[in-house]
């Protein structure tokens, strides 16, 4: 079992996210901002990170960017979960620093392969 961050501002996202990631078992931490996102990843060091890009204060790209830059953080892998599907905003999310980008809405079967990919099967 893994410990799963999802950050998402919409509670129908992260309701549905929240479904998926307990269905294969893993433990749910949730935030609902970047900032918030970033200060739960500080807090409770998760095994894998869903970050939405469009939310208030601080966008996912931001938080990632902070995450995936920080010593303390910088080992925990961040899949993109979002509406963004031009390719530009794919690439400039994986220059953040994102191991993943998933469009919305979620293919469920496309999550779960992304996640095992970086869970090794926890």
Same mark, same amino acid.
């Given at each position: 079992?893994?410990?799963? *961050?999802? /950050?998402?501002?919409? +509670?129908?996202?992260?309701?549905?996210?929240?479904?998926?990631?307990?269905?294969?078992?893993?433990?749910?931490?949730?935030?609902?901002?970047?900032?918030?996102?970033?200060?739960?990843?500080?807090?409770?060091? +998760?095994?894998? @990170?869903?970050?939405? /890009?469009?939310? &208030?204060?601080?966008?996912?790209?931001?938080?990632?960017?902070?995450?995936?830059?920080?010593?303390?953080?910088?080992? @925990? &892998?961040?899949? *993109? /979960?979002?509406?963004?599907?031009?390719?530009?905003?794919?690439?400039?999310?994986?220059?953040?620093?994102?191991?993943?980008?998933?469009?919305?809405?979620?293919?469920?079967?496309?999550? @779960?392969?992304?996640?095992?990919?970086?869970?090794?099967?926890?």
């Amino acid at each position: 079992m893994a410990r799963v *961050l999802i /950050v998402d501002d919409s +509670p129908s996202q992260l309701l549905v996210l929240k479904r998926i990631v307990e269905g294969q078992g893993h433990e749910v931490i949730t935030a609902e901002d970047g900032q918030q996102g970033v200060d739960a990843a500080k807090q409770h060091l +998760p095994d894998l @990170i869903l970050m939405d /890009v469009v939310m &208030p204060n601080l966008n996912g790209f931001q938080a990632t960017r902070t995450i995936s830059r920080d010593k303390a953080t910088s080992h @925990i &892998p961040v899949i *993109l /979960v979002t509406t963004k599907d031009q390719e530009t905003d794919r690439v400039w999310g994986l220059r953040q620093g994102a191991k993943g980008y998933i469009t919305k809405p979620v293919n469920e079967g496309q999550l @779960i392969k992304a996640m095992n990919d970086y869970l090794g099967g926890r």
